[in-house]
Every structure is written in structure tokens, then in C-alpha cells.
């Protein structure tokens, strides 16, 4: 079983940047794939990045070059640092932990991006 908490979320205008934080309550290393998910109004939540326990990294086209999720063993806390926000990416971001048969999820931080 793993808790987490997203924070870093925010308002921010287009072009801007802001750094996602996911705070596990186990060794990140411990667990089997951590995701990145975004839910904006009246769509589908969907997956953005990826990192699994051996530090491969994922990304959704719609982010690649402009989103890097990362890991701080240290801290227990996975990291989604946004750059190029534009307003489509504008909705609430879940952390997501893997633990397999289960999966746990976060509480969700919000992010608005203004044009």
C-alpha cells in the first residue's frame, strides 16, 4: 500500500512552466510504475508520463518535449516539471501508483494554464 500527495499545482499563463510533486509514502523504488494522469472538464482522464521502478520514462505525445517526469529516491517523490503549458493543458493532475494487482491514486492538483 502506498498514500500520495500531489502538490505544485497552479495558475499559470501560457508558455509558462510548473513542477508537479508527488510525495509517496514508501520508497519510490519499491514501486512498479508511477504515472502521471490529467482529467480536464468533460473529458476522459488521461495518462500523460510514465516512470517505472528502473527509470524508464514515458510521455503521451500531446507533452513529449515539453514534460519530464523524474524521481528523487531521497525525497520518496516523483516530480512532472511542465514547460511550454499551453491551455489544453489545463485540468487536474493525479499521481498514480502501481502496485500490482492494485493501484493507488493521489488526491489531484490543479492546474490552469491562460491564454
Known amino acids: 500500500q502506498v498514500q500520495l500527495v500531489e502538490s505544485g499545482g497552479g495558475l499559470v499563463q501560457a508558455g509558462g512552466s510548473l513542477r508537479l510533486s508527488c510525495a509517496a509514502s514508501?520508497?519510490?523504488?519499491?514501486?512498479?510504475?508511477v504515472n502521471w494522469y490529467r482529467q480536464a472538464p468533460g473529458k476522459q482522464r488521461e495518462l500523460v508520463a510514465t516512470?517505472?521502478?528502473?527509470?524508464?520514462?514515458n510521455y503521451t505525445d500531446s507533452v513529449k518535449g515539453r514534460f519530464t517526469i523524474s524521481r528523487d529516491g531521497a525525497m520518496n517523490t516523483v516530480y512532472l516539471q511542465m514547460n511550454s503549458l499551453k491551455p489544453e493543458d489545463t485540468a487536474i493532475y493525479y499521481c498514480n501508483a502501481r502496485l500490482p494487482p492494485f493501484g493507488f491514486w493521489g488526491q489531484g492538483t490543479q492546474v490552469t494554464v491562460s491564454s
Open positions: 516512470v517505472t521502478s528502473g527509470g524508464s520514462a
Open positions: 514508501r520508497s519510490i523504488f519499491s514501486i512498479n510504475v
